[in-house]
């Protein structure tokens, strides 16, 4: 049993459910609010408690890795390193693997600490999904239209993605938006696709 200060938001959202579901029994759902005004006091109001919360819970359970049925990407907006992968399942494998391989923990090495409150922590590092800020979006997408003359168009129906000043890598792209390849400033290939578009990368000599 955890401590009041140890409980989460879904802990709560959990204990709410249970106690539900122990009440009214799971073998009568969907429940409807006569059956919560049965079984608590009239109290019809929780019924769309209950089901707001099994509706959190639900969807943080197919949002976690290696989740039974995880949620689909509809559309890539930005894809970033990633390449080919079709749910969040598959974007947080990913990113655990290019985590992996930039040896993150031979950088800040093995950290555990005991707390205040009597309890000893360790150090994580993962991918973690979080619902976007419009701004950020906006934001995004604005640097995007500041790319150095468009893309690139080939004949496979993908692109070559023009660099920009913020963001000078140049990234190749298939016709489903899946990053195929990267090249970097300062790599021997990168300026054959510098070239397509005029462009020097800060820095660069003239």
């Given at each position: 049993?955890?401590?009041l200060e140890?409980?989460?938001?879904?802990?709560?959202?959990?204990?709410?459910?249970?106690?539900?579901?122990?009440?009214?029994?799971?073998?009568?759902?969907?429940?409807?609010?006569?059956?919560?005004?049965?079984?608590?006091?009239?109290?019809?109001?929780?019924?769309?408690t209950y089901?707001?919360?099994?509706?959190?819970?639900?969807?943080?359970?197919?949002?976690?890795?290696?989740?039974?049925?995880?949620?689909?990407?509809?559309?890539?907006?930005?894809?970033?390193?990633?390449?080919?992968?079709?749910?969040?399942?598959?974007?947080?494998?990913?990113?655990?693997?290019?985590?992996?391989?930039?040896?993150?923990?031979?950088?800040?090495?093995?950290?555990?600490?005991?707390?205040?409150?009597?309890?000893?922590?360790?150090?994580?590092?993962?991918?973690?999904?979080?619902?976007?800020?419009?701004?950020?979006?906006?934001?995004?997408?604005?640097?995007?239209?500041?790319?150095?003359?468009?893309?690139?168009?080939?004949?496979?129906?993908?692109?070559?993605?023009?660099?920009?000043?913020?963001?000078?890598?140049?990234?190749?792209?298939?016709?489903?938006?899946?990053?195929?390849?990267?090249?970097?400033?300062?790599?021997?290939?990168?300026?054959?696709?510098?070239?397509?578009?005029?462009?020097?990368?800060?820095?660069?000599?003239?």
């Amino acid at each position: 049993m955890k401590n009041l200060e140890e409980l989460t938001a879904e802990d709560v959202l959990r204990e709410l459910v249970a106690d539900v579901e122990a009440v009214l029994g799971t073998q009568y759902m969907p429940y409807t609010e006569r059956d919560f005004a049965k079984a608590f006091n009239g109290r019809t109001d929780l019924h769309d408690t209950y089901y707001n919360a099994k509706h959190v819970l639900d969807k943080r359970q197919r949002m976690g890795h290696g989740a039974k049925n995880p949620l689909k990407i509809k559309r890539w907006i930005k894809s970033g390193e990633l390449t080919g992968a079709e749910d969040v399942s598959d974007v947080l494998e990913q990113v655990g693997n290019i985590l992996d391989h930039g040896c993150v923990w031979d950088n800040i090495g093995d950290v555990i600490f005991e707390a205040a409150d009597g309890v000893t922590y360790v150090v994580t590092i993962e991918g973690m999904i979080s619902q976007a800020d419009p701004d950020y979006v906006k934001e995004i997408l604005a640097q995007d239209a500041e790319r150095i003359s468009g893309d690139f168009d080939l004949s496979d129906g993908g692109v070559i993605e023009g660099p920009s000043r913020e963001d000078p890598a140049i990234r190749r792209r298939d016709k489903d938006g899946n990053v195929q390849e990267v090249r970097y400033p300062g790599e021997v290939n990168y300026q054959e696709w510098a070239d397509l578009f005029g462009f020097s990368p800060p820095g660069a000599t003239p």
